[in-house]
């Protein structure tokens, strides 16, 4: 892929981290897409870094821009996984005051510490301090009946004075109990216009939007009002999309990248994930929604989805699979 510089913010587009979505194969694949775009990964637990025996930071630095999302609530302990991050080479390692899942909340992080804003600052504070990557929150408008343009304001006022530059605002509140993580993400409904309310209340920090955005024309009305789009579900289901972002959202003169094209430039990490003893349905079930609306797309998935689990699976499915697709 050619060279070019991003001209704007580092999350002027970003893609949401997902839980089970955006793993380190995932990442890789969405990158052949888009030099520019900021992926996430999945939330990771401070419990799980220090004391998993798997190594949850495992990445490869060919995906950056990468930024770790953490979820906690201790503020030595994010402290210690944000250096460990640093040093692995993540490029920005984000605090998740969003996520409402039950589990999450009996962890004591996640959406329910939006109730906590003294808490989420000194966690803020500790990481800042012990890094020089940024750190930045991930948060919800609100949540349950703590959802005024206020009670937002009083937040984001109290976490930047901790060091936080930049907020990344999924523009729907959150009930915490009551709703899964899936209705919560559908359910209540979209304000937008808090998120434009704070960028112009707020304009010295970064502010990134969040929430129901599927297209490349919904972007780039959003960039109108604040600094960075965060595309969750879209991206992953649809990821032709991202290879219109370079272009669209950064550089005019970027190529926009076919599936096709980003299929074959997977071809010599999957052999080489293979030579480690990844199973091939490890990667490539990220790379399902490839050629949406694309002729052959059924042929594609069903080809996959029957063959890449099988033991020896090689990288001959994936040429088999592409042969169905016509673009």
Known sequence: MSQ?????????????????????????????????????????????????????????VAENPVALQLGGSDPKQLQHCAQLAQQRGYQEINLNVGCPSDRVQNGMFGACLMANAELVAECVQQMQSAVHIPVTVKTRIGIDDFDSYDFLCDFVQKVHQAGCQEFIVHARKAWLSGLSPKQNRE???????????????????????????????????HLKYVDGVMVGREAYQNPALLGHI???????????????QAVENMFPYI????????????????????FQNCKGARQWRRYLSENAYKAGAGIDVVETA??????
């Open 4 to 60: 070019y510089q991003p001209h704007f913010y580092r999350g002027r587009f970003a893609v949401a981290p997902m839980l089970d979505w955006t793993t380190r194969h995932c990442r890789y694949f969405h990158r052949q897409f888009s030099r520019h775009a900021l992926l996430y990964t999945e939330m990771v637990t401070t419990q799980a870094i220090i004391h998993a025996k798997y190594d949850h930071l495992d990445f490869d």
């Open 246 to 260: 370079d272009h669209a959202l950064f550089d005019a003169n970027a190529p926009i990248i076919t599936p096709r």
């Open 187 to 221: 359910i209540p409904p979209l304000n937008y216009e808090r998120v434009y309310q704070l960028k112009q209340d707020f304009p010295h920090l970064l502010i990134s939007i969040n929430g129901g955005i599927k297209t490349l024309e919904e972007m780039q009305q």
């Open 271 to 290: 052999e080489q994930q293979l030579s480690q003893g990844v199973y091939l349905n490890h990667i490539v079930r990220h790379m399902l929604g490839a």
């Open 322 to 327: 592409l042969g169905f697709v016509e673009e």
